[in-house]
């Protein structure tokens, strides 16, 4: 049975309590590139892919950054639509 992918939730692709990196759209394969490096060097970054920007998906976004140390976020340089409008 195949499972339904809701894509009005944030996407939590690389689950940790200690760094949480934020992405969307064409940001997240660099992004998981950036955390096999950071995985090969002793970190352990949870990675978020925030799917979409409206609906914002606040309650898994918001659990992520309660038990974060720190948080990153990683967006292209657009005019409108950012990550960082939010």
Not at 6 to 17: G, Q, S, V, Y
Not at 55 to 76: C, M, Q, W, Y
């Amino acid at each position: 049975m195949k499972s339904v992918l809701n894509l009005e939730e944030a996407e939590i692709m690389r689950p940790d309590e200690h760094i949480t990196i934020f992405t969307y759209f064409r940001m997240r394969c660099h992004v998981m590139q950036a955390a096999k490096t950071l995985v090969n060097k002793g970190y352990e970054p949870e990675v978020i892919d925030v799917r979409y920007l409206k609906p914002f998906d606040l309650h898994t976004i918001g659990n992520s950054i309660k038990k974060a140390r720190s948080v990153l976020i990683v967006a292209e340089c657009m005019r409108t639509g950012e990550l960082l409008q939010v």
